[in-house]
């Protein structure tokens, strides 16, 4: 691994103890706005303000633990990478809805679950990814973001909630202009910590405003020292939410797998594709910590992307970082009064955050999605999920009358909306050909051919772009290294078959069989010697496929390249 | 300059001459690129960067072409660097295992920094 110029202390360099604790509070400031997502599930869960303050600080030390789990390694669990542990905004919609159905056991119960089911399939990552491709996790970031700003909205604007004061649109407006503000306009420092310092102003604004008139009774009534001691621990199950529980914790895996290649990224110049190992022992401590998280009574966690890209902009990657976070994790969980605080937050200052998180993480469901090549069958799966998954929230009569099981799936516009691209993205299958033949009729037009060829069935069989460029790449190749030995008046017959899982290329051509060594050609053999540049084609093509076979068959050569997919 | 599915360009920043190679390289047109560089080279320019951020691929016969040039400069005394090496293009350097046969220098601003 060698470090980039752009990192100040890599992963295994140990900066001077303040230069840790400075990076420490920064990455704790930036991830802070994620502990409204426990507040409002333990409000939805009917707490009285005194447990919801102990709740906090026995989920703030947990986060203190799924950072050490992270950065530790210990034995297959961890990555050993700077990299945070946060409240998700994922669990929030599953949580709220086992939050109200049967209260913290149930939310304990189902978070333990998701933490089992996320390190399960942990070693299984590469199928998740056929089954959910990047449009359908993009998908689901984006109800998630949807799904964060309803349940915002709703905190002001629903039915059965007090009507909105006068001094509460005033505080709103002014949380969200202060973090919208300082995100558009502000620099440095004051622009990364813009939800935190909104919060701070809206606090204050609440006050002049006499909205924390009465509240702050807990905060004055809590200790300054005291440990997170965790409460009411008990456990329940409800089949009917593991569906949305279950989504939650597949997105969770797949944004800590994006996550931990980042920091691959961040800390190797040579960096080429993820390296699994330390991506699923980072998959397994992030299900490790949502485990933690039910046993000690809290939501689910993940892998805090936002704080790897501080640290990608910093440059201050190294591992000490990491422990300087859980240490002040844990330090902030035996303070009492701050999660008093947190915990009487108006609802005129929650809101605007939780419209402000919305936003980043809508647009980044965004993102995912147009990072495809949107052809009608993905187009069609995605609108008609996201209608789909609109309806949950616009018409909530559905659920009503849906069958007491299927309710909560119904109900959940991130779950509803899911189920149903995941589903269609099944069923739009029907009539993409999985086995494709094609000829190449002269070698000099071997280039072309392949990248047109490859881009047409990539799209159709929606398999990943980076398998295509290498598929693409090995045709080109083949044709080049054979071209000389072949009858140019007989052409170059391939086969390409696709399924979720692997993508086998089949040529089968006159001429010489090519050989594929496991040793690369000196680089003087490939300067001098036209046996030596077709030795490194032989060599790049062996390496670049997951597997290569050549035979004689029928009187001409056949090779055969396997990529898994 | 034009050639079947490669372009290339000349630019100077300062004392390096900088070519922009953008497309796929292939049999087809690394003569071309040898050709390029070697004029350049013979001209009596000493340093010259080779911006590969917008090729595509590059086959085996490319890495020749590049191997020969590098050669070539290293007899006239002069220095060929790489730059934007990167994606699936840093991929194939990799899988050639040819990221030690060449001078690799990150983004074409931090080429430009070091070659000046």
Request: proline content about 5%.
């Amino acid at each position: 691994m060698r470090k980039p110029p752009s990192l100040i202390y890599g992963l295994e360099e140990t900066p001077p103890p303040l230069v840790s604790a400075f990076n420490g509070l920064q990455h704790v400031g930036l991830i802070a706005i994620n502990f409204i997502y426990p507040l409002l599930i333990f409000r939805a869960a009917g707490m009285p303000l005194g447990l919801v303050s102990g709740l906090l600080s026995t989920g703030i030390l947990v986060l203190g633990m799924g950072t050490f789990l992270q950065v530790y390694r210990l034995g297959p669990v961890g990555s050993g990478y700077m990299c945070p542990c946060t409240f998700t905004a994922g669990y929030l919609a599953p949580s709220l809805l086992a939050a109200r159905a049967g209260g913290l056991p149930l939310l304990f119960g189902m978070t333990l679950f998701a933490g089992v089911l996320e390190t399960a399939l942990a070693p299984l990552l590469n199928r998740l990814r056929a089954i959910f491709p990047p449009e359908i996790s993009g998908l689901v970031v984006l109800l998630i973001g949807l799904s964060v700003g309803i349940a915002g909205l709703r905190l002001m604007l629903a039915p059965n909630v007090a009507p909105v004061a006068d001094a509460e649109w005033t505080v709103a407006a002014v949380t969200l202009a202060t973090m919208v503000g300082l995100n558009v306009w502000g620099k440095g420092h004051i622009r990364m910590l813009c939800a935190l310092i909104g919060l701070v102003v809206g606090y204050i604004a609440a006050g002049v405003t006499g909205l924390m008139r009465g509240t702050f009774a807990p905060v004055s009534d809590a200790a300054w020292l005291g440990l997170p001691l965790p409460t009411h621990l008990s456990w329940s199950f409800d089949a009917a939410l593991t569906a949305p529980f279950a989504i939650a914790a597949v997105a969770a895996a797949l944004k800590a797998a994006g996550t931990i290649a980042m920091c691959q990224r961040m800390n190797d110049a040579d960096w080429v594709r993820p390296e699994m190992k330390t991506t699923v022992g980072g998959v397994l401590a992030d299900g490790a910590s949502t485990i933690v998280a039910g046993l000690m009574g809290g939501p689910g966690t993940n892998t805090s992307t936002p704080a790897v890209g501080l640290a990608a902009a910093t440059g201050v990657g190294s591992r000490q970082v990491a422990y300087a976070v859980a240490i002040i994790f844990v330090l902030l969980s035996f303070i009492p009064k701050l999660s008093a605080l947190l915990a009487i937050m108006p609802r005129a200052v929650m809101v605007p955050a939780l419209l402000f998180a919305a936003t980043f993480i809508i647009i980044n469901g965004i993102q995912v999605i147009a990072s495809r090549l949107l052809d009608v069958r993905r187009s069609l799966v995605i609108g008609l999920s996201m209608v789909a998954g609109a309806s949950a929230d616009i018409f909530p009569a559905l659920a009503a009358s849906a069958p007491k099981a299927l309710a909560p799936l119904v109900g959940s516009s991130l779950a509803l909306g899911t189920v149903i691209a995941l589903t269609l993205n099944l069923l739009f299958r029907i009539g993409v050909k999985r086995k494709v033949s094609f000829t190449i009729e002269a070698p000099e037009l071997g280039s072309r051919m392949a990248e047109e060829f490859f881009a047409k069935q990539g799209a159709a069989w929606g398999a990943r772009p980076d398998i295509i460029k290498r598929a693409t790449f090995a045709v080109v190749q083949f044709v080049e290294a054979v071209a000389e030995n072949c009858a140019q008046d007989r052409p170059i017959v391939g086969t390409a078959t696709f399924d979720e899982f692997n993508l086998d290329v089949r040529l089968e051509y006159p001429g010489a069989l090519l050989e594929f060594p496991d040793r690369r050609p000196s680089d003087r053999e490939i300067r001098e010697s036209e046996d030596g540049v077709r030795r490194l084609a032989g060599f790049m093509l062996r390496h670049n496929a997951d597997r290569v076979r050549s035979e004689r068959a029928n009187g001409r050569s056949v090779a055969q390249f396997h990529f898994d997919h | 300059m034009t050639t079947s599915g490669l372009k290339i360009a000349q630019g100077r920043s300062g004392a390096v001459c900088v070519v922009t190679l953008t497309g796929r390289i292939d049999n087809s047109n690394a003569k071309d690129v040898i050709a390029e560089l070697d004029a350049l080279i013979g001209s009596g320019e000493k340093n010259i960067l080779l911006d590969l951020a917008g090729v595509l691929y590059l086959t085996s016969a490319a890495f020749r072409a590049l191997l020969v040039a590098t050669d070539q400069a290293e007899r006239n005394e002069a220095r060929l660097a790489l730059c934007s090496v990167t994606g699936h293009v840093r991929d194939l350097f990799e899988m050639g295992g040819l990221l030690d046969s060449f001078t690799i220098l990150g983004s074409r601003d931090e080429a430009l920094a070091r070659l000046s």
